[in-house]
């Protein structure tokens, strides 16, 4: 592990093996977790984490682990690992992490510290994970990002939930419409959980709060940089809901036909005029910052047209467009999107190698309806106790 210089003074931490003369040690950062259904609060998770040091190494949970401890995670152990080496903070990924972080495999990873959001994560018999490097004073948290879990998303496509899309005055509403209220108090009356829904969701983390998109998020996700001189731009354009490892497989693909990736993303309208249904799962706004934490990403169009347009094409200095394999729909079931780029011979159909799409995680989701909804049940009361007990011990302390 190489030692750096910075400004000619050690870390002062205080251990002596790491003062070395207008040197100072590598600062690696342990984060750990499941990371199913990879969302942008995972990505800012790690970002908080990079910030506090030079490296970030991810460890992820097996399936195995998983499963004895929440119930069975929606992806693989191996998609887990591909969608989170291709978060741009993370620099290293190790598989078989622990359910409790040890001190060992901090240790064993040559990191000082861990570093997780400020909820609560517990083992099946309800220990908090972390207690150990706690206590050990080698732990550090970050702010959770409110308005987005995974137990929510999959609510989403449960429930096939609209208002996560909606424009104008009630865009930032969270209220349900009525037709899925009769369909929630159905539900109610049979048992079935509101997937974190509603007003019966009451744990602090995993019931729904509205993500509030801010431009500074967008800053905080970008890397701000322009394409060089000379740099071959490559664009391609969707929904990319629901960021997953197809998409991850495309635009690494995609990326490697140039210098500089640029991503278009259709506005909630657009793509529900396409995909129909619920579609898109996740709205605009967080769609953007999905797709801005990929490593392999430099740009996105927020709200890009359907059509791929000669003023676009000018305007970025496109030399190559490209889509995937997925279907092109006809804009007014008659125009070509890709009809301009066509025309000037810059347009590639890409293969990814990867049959993964947001309708098959949903199918996936669907198929273990009652597991997830008894998973994320037993979750919720578990984070409730542990809320609950937290918010005692405060009192006491208070108190005393």
Known sequence: MSDKLVNGTCNGNGDASNKCNGTRKEVRVWCDGCYDMVHFGHANSLRQAKALGDKVIVGIHTDEEITKHKGPPVFTEEERVKMVKGIKWVDEVVLGAPYVTTLEVLDQNNCDFCVHGDDITMTAEGVDTYHLVKSANRYKEVKRTAGVSTTDLVGRMLLLTRNHFRQGSAEYDIEKEEKLLKIQQLQSRLGSSNMGQDSTAKSPWTGCSQFLPTTQKIIQFSDGKSPNPGDKIVYVAGAFDLFHVGHLDFLEKASKLGDYLIVGLHTDPV???????????????????????????????????????????????????????????????KIDPYAVPKTRAIFELLDSGNDMTTERIVERIISHRLEYERRNQAKEKKEIEAFEALQRQKQTQKAG
């Not at 910052?289 to 000669?310: M, Q, R």
Request: charged residues 20%; proline residues 5%.
């Open 271 to 333: 793509v529900n005029s396409y995909k129909g249904s619920n579609y898109p799962i996740m709205n605009l706004h967080e769609r953007v910052l999905s797709v801005l934490a990929c490593k392999f990403v430099n740009e996105v169009v927020i709200g890009a047209p359907y059509c791929v347009t000669e003023e676009l094409l000018d305007h970025f200095k496109i030399d190559v467009v490209c889509h995937g394999r997925t279907p092109i729909s006809l804009e007014d079931g």
